[in-house]
């Protein structure tokens, strides 16, 4: 079962958006102001994505970075990768990177994995990636999170840092179960697909991760009290995941030029696709619209996903939901 309203957690996740009419640098400023304003509301935690090969569009490729960044510039806050790309990497660095991570920030480190790739074509070559041994990586990799194991990732301690799959279907889902590590399903790329989480809860084993199934729920939302401020990111939004479906390194639109915009047919599809998964509503609404979709999940987490048309908006969106579920109270009763 769900987590009752007052219950359930919040968390971000942050793919580091480049706005029009900013750049990369600013994205990742933007993205460690935002980390210690959450750290400030009593969000629960805070996962950095990975992309590669884009010069427009998301500034970030390295989740370890960032969360090292950011373990020194916050308090109380869990911080994560929304994920480490696997397919690309060593599982042993991998292994080694995040136990570093959690002796720099105790008990506050999520190690999320992901089957995709971020990147296509030259970049992947470049990133020498191979999706072909997944699952195998993966098994080593939590093989070499276990204090005990042969062959120890450095630095060994006694602890490790918290390991959830990310996923966006049945097969990614029923993988992270049989293994008994907690599952995020992609719910702002692939909709409601409660068959998903489902298949999870029936694969899962209990193991040293954790005894019962786990779900956490990546949502694209926005909170506004201005009905104008909601059409904007909605529309901008919209518009820019149909441009990097089609166009992959497209520019990001302003709001001004989304509103302009008279789309293709394609376009069209995509916009309509994106609009049906996104939340977009008044702080009177946040907290039942968050609560339902996390309910037909069973979900007991949910990280928000916000890409808006400039940074300041972005903020006070996550500062209206964070009064709606009225963060700040609970984390000064967690903290006295």
Known sequence: ??????????????????????????????????????????????????????????????????????????RRIRLGSGGVLLSHYSPLKVAENFNLLETLAPGRIDLGIGRGTGARDEAEVALGTDVTAYEQRLAHLLSFLDASARIVAAPAIARSPQPWLLGSTSASAALAGSLGIPFAYAHFIRGDGVEHTAAYRAAFRPSAWGSEPRVAICVAAYCSPDRRERDDYLTTLCLRRAKMQLEHDALPPTAAEARAHRATAAEQRSMDATARLAIVTSPDDVRARLAEVAARHGADDVLIVSVTPDYATRTRSYEAIAEAFALSRGAEALSS
Do not use: C, K
Request: proline letters at 3%.
């Open 1 to 74: 079962m769900a987590a009752e309203v007052a219950e359930l957690a919040l968390g971000i996740l942050d793919q580091s958006p480049v706005v029009a009419g900013s750049d990369a640098e600013a994205a990742i400023a933007a993205t460690l102001a935002l980390v210690q304003r959450a750290d400030e509301l009593g969000y629960g935690r805070y996962w950095f994505a990975e992309h590669h090969g884009r010069r427009h569009g998301f500034a970030s490729a390295s989740p370890e970075l960032m969360i090292a960044r950011a373990s020194a510039a916050t």
